[in-house]
């Protein structure tokens, strides 16, 4: 059975910085690309950032600069290092799986992270 833990979330002042990590079970971690997804009540969850199987990542434009992806395999665990957070990062943050961009298992509780101004 596949499953996605997220954790690291919390409420932090604007500037800021919070770590998010993303335990996954039930897949072949080191071969999948895996995604750190955001969802804002009331909108589609979207991609924040990617990290292929072999360590190349890529962000969305609102996050590039400040967000880093990055992954252990010996863990089976994602991180997302998030930096210079602003108010519109407040959002709960998934990850899966992603293949052409989207995403292709459930999805787990994700972390709510809350950015005050």
């Known amino acids: 059975q596949v499953q996605f833990v997220e954790s690291g979330g919390g409420l932090v002042q604007a500037g800021g910085s919070l770590r998010l990590s993303c335990a996954a079970s039930?897949?072949?971690?080191?071969?999948?690309?895996m995604g750190w997804y955001r969802q804002v009540p009331g909108n589609q969850r979207a991609l924040a950032a990617l990290?292929?199987?072999?360590?190349?990542?890529n962000y969305a434009d609102s996050v590039k600069g400040r967000f880093t992806i990055s992954r252990d395999n010996a863990k089976n665990t994602v991180y997302l290092q998030m930096n210079s957070l602003k108010p519109e990062d407040t959002a709960i943050y998934y990850c899966?799986?992603?293949?052409?961009?989207?995403?292709?298992?459930?999805w787990g509780q994700g972390t709510q992270v809350t950015v005050s101004s």
């Open positions: 039930g897949i072949t971690f080191s071969a999948s690309h």
């Open positions: 990290i292929s199987s072999s360590g190349t990542s």
């Open positions: 899966n799986v992603t293949f052409g961009g989207s995403s292709v298992f459930p």
